[in-house]
T-cell receptor, first 108, second 112 residues
């Protein structure tokens, strides 16, 4: 069963706009990770945020973590057509447990 | 470094058969995890191996098994295939459990 639930399930935005995806989880975590998957291929790691961190940046990506609310968000700024993909959060404790994913479509 | 490789990339089997999938991790990675991805259930954790020992196991029936060799390469086996086993099977390796995982391209299994 999935630990994380992502919201929204699908998101369509115009190229250049910002995209925000949210992830909620249920149990304790050591860290939370975000991955991208293009068209049923393997997953690509985007960013890892530890349980004692609140915000992390990587290029156009910004991740926040609120352990009191058991939630995280991924912000992609200045979106590009190449950002079209499914995005998954994954919580790490004894193992990595993935959320349900958000399907992001960037409209050129 | 070469990435995680999985073989075969595509596979078609019939119900009742068995299948073995292979995964070669990134050099130096001793932890290998397997996941099943289906449209209905999403990404489900199968099991994790570290230094030839199964360290964690997901909620899958005993038909799903795996092993890891001394060179960290891993195989997973599914016996008595069912239609519902049709899925993308992903392998991932990592240097340390719970840290960043590096995924292979997956093996797409179709059970007819």
């Amino acid at each position: 069963s999935q630990q994380g639930e992502e919201d929204p399930q699908a998101l369509s935005i115009q190229e250049g706009e910002n995209a925000t995806m949210n992830c909620s989880y249920k149990t304790s975590i050591n860290n939370l990770q975000w991955y991208r998957q293009n068209s049923g291929r393997g997953l690509v790691h985007l960013i890892l945020i530890r349980s004692n961190e609140r915000e992390k940046h990587s290029g156009r990506l910004r991740v926040t973590l609120d352990t009191s609310k058991k939630s995280s968000s991924l912000l992609i700024t200045a979106s590009r057509a190449a950002d079209t993909a499914s995005y998954f959060c994954a919580t790490a404790y004894e193992k990595l447990t993935f959320g349900t994913g958000t399907r992001l479509t960037i409209i050129p | 470094k070469a990435g995680v490789t999985q073989t075969p990339r595509y596979l078609i089997k019939t119900r009742g058969q068995q299948v073995t999938l292979s995964c070669s991790p990134i050099s130096g990675h001793r932890s290998v995890s397997w996941y099943q991805q289906t449209p209905g259930q999403g990404l489900q954790f199968l099991f994790e191996y570290f230094s030839e020992t199964q360290r964690n196991k997901g909620n899958f029936p005993g038909r799903f098994s795996g092993r890891q060799f001394s060179n960290s390469r891993s195989e997973m086996n599914v016996s008595t295939l069912e239609l519902g086993d049709s899925a993308l099977y992903l392998c991932a390796s990592t240097q340390q459990a719970g840290e960043t995982q590096y995924f292979g391209p997956g093996t797409r299994l179709l059970v007819l």
